[in-house]
């Protein structure tokens, strides 16, 4: 069974970092993608970040030039810099490792505040 954790969300103020780290059991090499999707207060999940197997990336409109995702295949990791948080990026952030199906974690909450 995959099982796949994320951590490093929490309270950052308006224009300030944060980097999300999603943890992936066995070998995220398996895996055609991972990625990560956040969902707001009220709104609908929404795509934030995708890399692939062979390292291509791709990101939401709103998050490009801002968040920055990256894979250690050593260490079964992904991550997702995230700089310039405004606060409508405020969210709980999930993770997905993507085989014949999807796997999310459970979720990591983000809050942009003052």
């Known amino acids: 069974q995959v099982q796949v954790a994320e951590s490093g969300g929490g309270l950052v103020q308006p224009g300030g970092s944060l980097r999300l780290s999603c943890a992936a059991s066995?070998?995220?090499?398996?895996?055609?993608?991972m990625g990560w999707y956040r969902q707001a207060p009220g709104k609908e999940r929404e795509f934030v970040a995708v890399?692939?197997?062979?390292?291509?990336?791709n990101y939401a409109e709103s998050v490009k030039d801002r968040f920055t995702i990256s894979s250690d295949d050593a260490k079964n990791m992904v991550y997702m810099q995230m700089n310039s948080l405004k606060p409508e990026d405020t969210a709980v952030y999930y993770c997905?490792?993507?085989?014949?199906?999807?796997?999310w974690g459970e979720g990591t909450l983000v809050t942009v505040s003052s």
């Open positions: 997905y490792a993507a085989e014949r199906r999807l796997y």
């Open positions: 066995g070998s995220i090499l398996r895996f055609n993608d």
């Open positions: 890399i692939t197997r062979r390292g291509s990336t």
